[in-house]
Every structure is written in structure tokens, then in C-alpha cells.
């Protein structure tokens, strides 16, 4: 059946952006047989469970969990929490609340219970302990946890801001409750005209909130700046900068 990387895929998880073009076919053995061995497919023999195994368009696939298990030993730690954002995303408010999270966080830590002492299972539990639900992206993912790594750890995901009728006026994608700062991750897509009145429409519905906006793409994550606290991530600057605590020389 088809597992790893081939499952990854066809599930569609946040994996590392090499995996796209990668040819080889990823298949897992369950029974007595030698592993299969072919060019272009990598094989591997191992144990599955009757709740591990699942069929997607017809076809025999590792489910999300076991999945998530078996690529960790592949994965960095930041590259296992992204995969793992992906699985539990879901909200509670705004278009995507009826969309419902691949796996619960409790389906992936029993899955690593059942796993301990494998390849790759450290990974797999720092990740979950980093792993946070309302996740949008892979650039969110790494957002959050590049401005955790310096010590801004009051990030909320899912907050609503609301008008006062109690009607949605914007979401952050991070939110800092503390200094009313509503973080927005700028990934290839809001260059696109239509995307830029909706961000236009973001900003003046965030501001009508009390809140203010601060826009981070992808090149803040890895330019860095001078700042009063040391060299750092440009998007480490920026936000130390709205909250006050260090200004960019």
C-alpha cells in the first residue's frame, strides 16, 4: 500500500517542498513477503494496524496519523510542525469553521503511543508539543515559531475580532491580545489584485476593532535587521517594534 512520502502526497499534508517533484513510489509491506525492489520504488516492511490502513480513491494508504508517524523520520522538527498544523487545522469562527481538521491532536499523540522507540519519534513528539490548532499555512506555521524561538509566546491563533454587534470583522492570522496587534501572514496570493481589495478590507475592518495590522511575507522569515535587542529576523524586528520593545537601528 502506498505510505511515506506517496501517502504524505496524497493526502495532501503540508510536506517540505522537494516532495512535489519527488518520482519514487512509497509503498509499505504488511505481510511475510521481502520487500519489493524495483527502480523508482522504495519499500519498506512494517506492521499496520486495521485502523492505520485506509482507501482514497480506491486506493490501499497509510491513514493521515500513521503517516505523519512514518515521514517524522524524514522530517526536521520545524518541518514535522508544519505537517502537523496542517493535520489538526480548524476554526471556530469565519469561512473555514465548518471545515473540519484532518485529525484531532489526541488521534496523533496516541498514534506516537503506539510508536515509541521508532525512527523518528522524537521529531514527531516535539512537534506535537509545538503543534498548535488554527493554522492557515506553512508560512503561519513558521511565523509563529520563528517569533516563539525569541521569546513572543502570547501568540493566539483563531481570535476573532468582533464589531460591536458581535458580528466577525477580521481574523488574525497570529494575534497579540496584549498590545491589540493582529499579525498577517502575505503568502504569493495577495499579490493578486482581487486579494489586495480584500486585504484592503482586512486592514480598515481590523483598525474599526482598535486593533492594529502588521503584513509579514515570506522574506521577513529569513532578511535580518539591526535592532536595539541584537540582529534578528526581519519579522522579529518588526513585531518587537510594534510591541514596543526594540526599535531597528
Do not use: K
Not at 480513491?57 to 498544523?85: I, K, M, N, Q, Y
Not at 476554526?91 to 471545515?99: E, K, N, S, W
Amino acid at each position: 500500500m502506498l505510505s511515506h512520502r506517496s501517502a504524505a502526497l496524497l493526502h495532501r499534508m503540508r510536506v517540505p517542498a522537494h516532495w512535489q517533484q519527488d518520482s519514487e513510489l512509497w509503498l509499505t509491506r504488511a505481510d511475510n513477503s521481502r520487500a519489493l525492489r524495483r527502480p523508482g520504488v522504495v519499500c519498506r516492511r512494517g506492521r499496520l494496524g486495521p485502523h492505520e490502513v485506509i482507501s482514497v480513491h480506491g486506493v490501499a494508504v497509510t491513514s493521515p496519523v500513521r503517516t505523519f508517524v512514518d515521514v517524522c523520520a524524514e522530517l526536521t522538527v520545524t518541518e514535522a510542525v508544519v505537517l502537523a498544523d496542517g493535520l489538526v487545522n480548524a476554526h471556530r469562527y469565519g469561512i473555514r469553521r465548518a471545515v473540519a481538521a484532518v485529525c484531532r491532536p489526541d488521534e496523533l499523540e496516541a498514534g506516537l503511543r503506539q510508536h515509541a522507540g521508532r525512527r523518528g519519534i522524537r521529531t514527531a513528539r516535539a512537534a506535537l508539543e509545538r503543534m498548535r490548532v488554527g493554522s492557515d499555512s506553512p508560512g503561519e506555521t513558521r511565523l509563529r515559531l520563528l517569533l516563539e524561538d525569541h521569546g513572543i509566546r502570547s501568540l493566539v491563533l483563531d481570535h476573532p475580532l468582533l464589531g460591536p454587534d458581535g458580528t466577525l470583522l477580521a481574523q488574525p492570522d497570529l494575534a497579540l491580545e496584549s498590545h491589540r496587534l493582529s499579525l498577517q501572514y502575505e503568502g504569493a496570493h495577495h499579490d493578486r489584485a482581487e486579494q489586495r481589495v480584500l486585504d484592503i478590507g482586512r486592514l480598515r475592518a481590523t483598525e474599526s476593532a482598535g486593533w492594529r495590522e502588521l503584513r509579514i511575507c515570506a522574506q521577513d522569515l529569513h532578511r535580518h535587521a539591526t535592532t536595539t535587542r541584537g540582529r534578528v529576523p526581519v519579522a522579529v524586528a518588526l513585531v518587537w517594534e510594534a510591541m514596543g520593545i526594540a526599535h531597528r537601528l
